[in-house]
């Protein structure tokens, strides 16, 4: 399968909206290997080709605007019927005539408000002409604005705007927007979709980061646990470990736990490491679910920068370490929209919690002077699993920790892709 995306655009400045969700478009396609040409105006600058838009897996192709030399206008048509300038014809039919020829080799043409922007009608009706040159592709219209009003008895040309076209899917970002998305085009419901638009959290991230995205699933989890510090045994990874198997075990939820360590001289690393494992494969982690940077390309640490990117991605922090002075950390995931849970042993973490509302628990830990030890009764699988039920409707009803997350999953451009996008060309 060959896609092409038509877009017709005259330049690729960021602030316009639209070319941000043909990168996202872009991208996925990329990312499943299918081949993909560009469709934009022949005027749009090559010197505004950046980052997606110059990959060189892409056919980028450039539509002609001229008729007999000279530049084509587009003209603004939203009435419904009236009259045309002289050469709309004639420019129709040399565009479309360029486009049978650019278009010969797809099986799936993506259009972005071609059918919908009235400065767009004459590729409107060239894209019309081309569709009866080309019957085996299937077309995919996309409107990225509030459809308009139908009007009574729209007039050729400008019925294009109002008028279905064979083999076409048309497409609105929400659901909301489908009935009228039909009344605008007269087709029914039924041929309608929806393709949310989508964020891609990880594409203005670091190359640090994005390094551990392609080892590891950051953005499907339900919950995301970013635990940095000295791999030593007074940093307690392994209740970490503990507390999240725990929470799988008991609200049966995708758990991922990236820990960022760096080397400590306390123990030796796989020693500390497997035990950390086992801990928690006792307490309902699976095989997959725990990853260590160390063993992800960052055997000395992982850069601030990329833990703090990483703290933007998770939704829970979980620290029980032994012994803190302060607690950085906790402040690092804090700024960065996590549910905290800290031990409240730890006169510094409950000193910082209590101003940050923070969640408590309580493990071993150093006090000033003293050390205190939990006993927890009928044990701490009871004990932890009764904290994951409180923490896990916490988790849901915050509505900042709710939508952060659901803006990862649910948003991200792998789930659009797999879920609306892909069923589209395969349908």
């Not at 192709?61 to 009259?83: C, E, P």
């Not at 991605?313 to 905290?340: D, H, K, M, Q, W």
């Amino acid at each position: 399968m060959k896609v092409a995306l038509l877009t017709m655009f005259n330049g690729l400045d960021k602030t316009y909206s639209l070319v941000n969700v043909v990168t996202e478009h872009l991208r996925m396609l990329l990312d499943a290997n299918i081949p993909t040409k560009v469709l934009v105006s022949q005027d749009c600058p090559d010197n505004e080709r950046t980052g997606i838009f110059n990959d060189e897996r892409i056919e980028w192709v450039k539509i002609t605007n001229r008729l007999n030399g000279k530049l084509i206008n587009w003209y603004d048509y939203s009435q419904s019927n009236g009259k045309v300038h002289d050469t709309f014809f004639e420019e129709a039919e040399v565009i479309a005539k360029d486009l049978v020829d650019k278009l010969s080799d797809v099986d799936v043409c993506i259009m972005h408000d071609i059918h919908y922007q009235s400065w767009h009608l004459v590729h409107n009706v060239a894209v019309r002409k081309t569709q009866e040159k080309l019957p085996q592709i299937k077309f995919i219209a996309f409107t990225h604005s509030a459809p308009v009003n139908r009007p009574p008895q729209p007039k050729w040309p400008f019925s294009a705007r109002f008028t279905p076209m064979p083999k076409t899917i048309y497409v609105y970002p929400t659901q909301a927007g489908i009935p009228a998305l039909a009344k605008q085009y007269d087709v029914a419901e039924g041929k309608c979709r929806v393709v949310n638009n989508s964020l891609d959290l990880l594409a203005n991230m670091s190359d640090d980061l994005n390094k551990i995205a392609e080892q590891v699933d950051l953005l499907s989890p339900d919950i995301l646990i970013i635990y940095p510090g000295r791999l030593t045994p007074g940093k307690k990874f392994e209740k970490v470990a503990a507390f999240a198997g725990a929470i799988k075990r008991k609200a049966e939820r995708k758990i991922t736990i990236v820990f960022c360590d760096f080397p400590c001289m306390d123990i030796k690393p796989e020693i500390y490491k497997n035990r950390i494992k086992v801990v928690g494969k006792e307490f309902g982690l699976g095989e997959n679910d725990l990853h260590f940077t160390s063993d992800l390309g960052y055997p000395m640490g992982f850069p601030r920068h990329g833990v703090l990117e990483l703290f933007t991605l998770s939704n829970l922090f979980i620290c029980p370490s032994y012994s803190e002075s302060f607690g950085l950390t906790v402040l690092e995931a804090a700024s960065r929209g996590n549910f905290l849970v800290l031990n409240q042993a730890v006169p510094a973490l409950e000193e910082l919690g209590k101003k940050l509302n923070a969640y408590f628990m309580r493990w071993d830990a150093r006090n000033f002077g003293f050390d205190t030890k939990e006993q927890y009764h009928p044990s701490e699988q009871v004990y932890l699993e009764e904290h994951a039920d409180i923490i896990i409707n916490l988790m849901r009803e915050n509505p900042v920790i709710y939508s952060k997350t659901m803006v990862r999953q649910r948003y991200s451009p792998q789930w659009v892709w797999k879920n609306q996008l892909e069923p589209l060309l395969e349908t």
